[in-house]
């Protein structure tokens, strides 16, 4: 059982409720967080912040298991109140110069980056702390295990407290009440065998909460991770009858745009939902890391396939 409170701090993200999370753990000197959210969300994390009785000055510790800007984007702001930044270790030398990190977002987001992001600071290189596989991190007697987990970004942690995962993009996104769950696959190292081996490893853990970062703290980690796997094959079967026409990104976007609704129609959930998934994961946004995944590890396999008449 889990014996110390943990926060759900809602970002509400474009005043979205339930796209984006943090999670607040308090400990004997100020508290901690898993995950910061964007940039964008400073103010509305200081508010929650406040409605639990912190500042952001007494965050002495920020835990991210990525560097994408929807989780790490307010890093560098805590990192200037004075919290350490554990991060993995492909992902730190990105804290410490974001330059390459903000020209491929501004890439794929254009003039909406500060609409959406708001302001990415470097992290001072002394805040910095590197995480790698199987680390615990100790603060103030809270143990955290680090999991290197894969296929959503190189640079993935879940982490380990006590019974409940933090599983950040690799447990999916989730809404709140509902066991429905989609995958980011969002360029350019999404990577479908690599996430299954993330799966797997997470349900040999001792795991009975799963906190995703979209969205909120469920208490059936063995079915949402199954849900996961689910999830990870039906895009497989998607894809392997989508792409080998090789359709442009366009139509691509617009055709799994599609897919995806009708598959949430098809679990029962109405518009109002499938509009919060799309506020918590762009459909859009994961064609291209499919597209990106197809040419790179499986064109040349069914461009080798032998042809049926």
């Known amino acids: 059982m889990t014996s110390h409170t943990i926060h759900t701090l809602d970002l509400n993200f474009l005043n979205i409720p339930n796209a984006i999370a943090a999670y607040l753990i308090p400990h004997a000197r100020g508290a901690l967080l898993v995950e910061c959210g964007p940039g964008s969300t400073q103010a509305k994390l200081t508010t929650a912040l406040a409605a639990q009785g912190y500042t952001p000055a007494d965050i002495t510790d920020v835990l991210l298991t990525h560097i994408h800007l929807d989780h790490a984007g307010a890093a560098g702001w805590l990192a200037r109140q004075g919290a350490r930044i554990h991060v993995h270790e492909v992902g730190a030398p990105h804290l410490l110069n974001p330059e390459k990190l903000l020209n491929s977002a501004t890439r794929l987001y254009g003039d909406r980056m500060d609409y959406l992001w708001g302001q990415f600071l470097p992290v001072p290189a002394e805040k910095l702390l590197?995480?790698?596989d199987?680390?615990?991190?100790e603060i103030e007697g809270l143990h955290f295990k680090a999991l290197d987990t894969p296929g959503h970004a190189s640079h993935h942690?879940?982490?380990i407290f006590e019974e409940t995962c933090f599983s950040g993009d690799v447990g999916g996104v989730r809404m709140?009440?509902?066991l429905h769950?989609?995958?980011p696959a969002v360029p350019p190292e999404f990577?479908?065998?690599k996430w299954r081996q993330s799966?797997?490893?997470?349900?040999q853990e001792n795991i009975q909460r799963i906190a995703p970062t979209h969205f909120g703290i469920f208490p059936d980690a063995k079915l949402h991770l199954k849900a996961v796997a689910k999830a990870i094959g039906e895009i497989e079967h998607w894809m392997e009858s989508t792409l080998p026409a090789d359709p442009p990104l366009a139509q691509l976007q617009d055709d799994f745009v599609a897919w995806a609704e009708q598959r949430s129609r098809n679990a029962g959930l109405d518009?109002?939902?499938i509009a919060a998934f799309e506020a918590a994961n762009p459909s859009a946004m994961s064609a291209g890391g499919i597209q990106r995944y197809w040419r790179k590890f499986r064109a040349g396999e069914a461009e080798s396939a032998p042809r049926v008449a």
Do not use: F, K, S, T
């Open 199 to 203: 799966v797997a490893r997470l349900q």
């Open 130 to 132: 590197v995480v790698g």
């Open 176 to 178: 709140p009440g509902l």
């Open 157 to 159: 942690l879940a982490y």
């Open 181 to 183: 769950v989609r995958i």
């Open 134 to 137: 199987n680390d615990v991190i």
């Open 271 to 273: 518009e109002a939902w």
């Open 191 to 193: 990577h479908i065998e």
